[in-house]
């Protein structure tokens, strides 16, 4: 007797792993010699321990035939205790076969914003004026908090659909700082009063214009010893950036986050699962004091199409 006892691939994770808190199917490939008897055989999970994390088959443990198993994650392995479970198959209460060893962990399944969502002024690094909005990622175990050992990371990729004014504006690529996947945040999406006032100036002359850019989200695991980042299903939005003249002496600035599929340096990913939000304000040509070039703020989340 032989059994072959497949983990399933997991997304596009390099790593062998199974969810927490979730089930999940396992094939089980039986293979008799000549002269086996019909007995069935038996299934059960090695490894199992606090720091290891733990699995259990849930239903039938036996097999007479090729089929599936149904297993359970449990706990959550410890970091640096990846691949200590396996699956192992006896006949008659000789081995006959075991599975990949894996671990037991929480993965980034989403990206989602709002819904707290607001014009964004800051004085940070230079005043800047946009989008303020808040961000968190979900996981496939259905608590957030589990993704304590996850860490995320945010690419932006450089312009996308440039209107033809704007084909010759360079705008760079972004990589953010790796943060935890489990604490939400905020994200910002802004731009430099001063820039806007210069397109407008030296480029548009009247004219509206815009530009965008795509995101997404990229996560390593530490349960399960993730040694390169792979993208977030579910996280690629779309940001666009548009400035147009609103009066004699006001320029118009929107921006907006749509959920969108995307392909940023070697990762793509599906489309966020949030609505979309807009943001518009109002910029002044000439104001002497920075804070106050934000005469207007509108809030205005619009259905995502």
Same mark, same amino acid.
């Given at each position: 007797?032989?059994?072959?006892?497949?983990?399933?691939?997991?997304?596009?994770?390099?790593?062998?792993?199974?969810?927490?808190?979730?089930?999940?199917?396992?094939?089980?490939?039986?293979?008799?010699?000549?002269?086996?008897?019909?007995?069935?055989?038996?299934?059960?999970?090695?490894?199992?321990?606090?720091?290891?994390?733990?699995?259990?088959?849930?239903?039938?443990?036996?097999?007479?035939?090729?089929?599936?198993?149904?297993?359970?994650?449990?706990?959550?392995?410890?970091?640096?205790?990846?691949? +200590?479970?396996?699956?192992?198959?006896?006949?008659?209460?000789?081995?006959?076969?075991?599975?990949?060893?894996?671990?037991?962990?929480? +993965?980034?399944?989403?990206?989602?914003?709002?819904?707290?969502?607001?014009? +964004?002024?800051?004085?940070?690094?230079?005043?800047?004026?946009?989008?303020?909005?808040?961000?968190?990622?979900?996981?496939?175990?259905?608590?957030?908090?589990?993704?304590? $050992?996850?860490?995320?990371?945010?690419?932006?990729?450089?312009?996308?659909?440039?209107?033809?004014?704007?084909?010759?504006?360079?705008?760079?690529?972004?990589?953010?700082?790796?943060?935890?996947?489990?604490?939400?945040?905020?994200?910002? +999406?802004?731009?430099?009063?001063?820039?806007?006032?210069?397109?407008?100036?030296?480029?548009?002359?009247?004219?509206?214009?815009?530009?965008?850019?795509?995101?997404?989200?990229?996560?390593?695991?530490?349960?399960?010893?993730?040694?390169?980042?792979?993208?977030?299903?579910?996280?690629?939005?779309?940001?666009?950036?548009?400035?147009?003249?609103?009066?004699?002496?006001?320029?118009?600035?929107?921006?907006?986050?749509?959920?969108?599929?995307?392909?940023?340096? $070697?990762?793509?990913?599906?489309?966020?699962?949030?609505?979309?939000?807009?943001?518009?304000?109002?910029?002044?040509?000439?104001?002497?004091?920075?804070?106050?070039?934000?005469? $207007?703020?509108?809030?205005?989340?619009?259905?995502?199409?």
């Amino acid at each position: 007797m032989q059994a072959t006892i497949t983990i399933p691939a997991r997304g596009n994770a390099p790593t062998v792993s199974i969810p927490y808190r979730r089930d999940t199917i396992v094939q089980c490939d039986l293979q008799r010699t000549p002269g086996d008897l019909q007995d069935p055989v038996h299934f059960s999970i090695e490894g199992s321990s606090p720091q290891n994390g733990t699995a259990t088959i849930v239903g039938p443990d036996e097999l007479t035939d090729s089929g599936t198993l149904r297993l359970h994650g449990n706990a959550q392995t410890l970091r640096n205790h990846s691949g +200590h479970l396996r699956v192992r198959a006896s006949f008659n209460g000789i081995p006959c076969g075991h599975s990949a060893w894996f671990s037991v962990c929480a +993965h980034p399944v989403g990206v989602i914003n709002g819904p707290e969502c607001a014009p +964004h002024v800051t004085n940070e690094d230079g005043i800047h004026v946009g989008m303020y909005i808040s961000i968190g990622v979900v996981s496939d175990s259905g608590v957030t908090a589990d993704l304590d $050992q996850v860490s995320d990371q945010e690419r932006v990729s450089g312009g996308r659909d440039q209107s033809a004014l704007l084909v010759a504006y360079v705008v760079a690529p972004v990589i953010a700082g790796a943060e935890p996947a489990h604490l939400a945040r905020f994200d910002r +999406h802004r731009h430099r009063p001063d820039h806007i006032r210069l397109l407008e100036n030296t480029v548009l002359r009247g004219q509206a214009g815009e530009w965008s850019n795509d995101q997404l989200d990229v996560f390593v695991c530490g349960r399960c010893t993730m040694q390169a980042s792979v993208a977030i299903p579910n996280s690629g939005y779309r940001i666009t950036r548009r400035i147009w003249s609103a009066t004699l002496n006001r320029l118009r600035f929107s921006v907006t986050k749509t959920g969108r599929g995307c392909t940023v340096d $070697q990762w793509s990913t599906g489309s966020g699962p949030s609505d979309s939000y807009s943001v518009t304000l109002d910029v002044e040509w000439d104001v002497p004091n920075e804070a106050e070039q934000v005469a $207007q703020q509108e809030i205005m989340p619009v259905l995502r199409r």
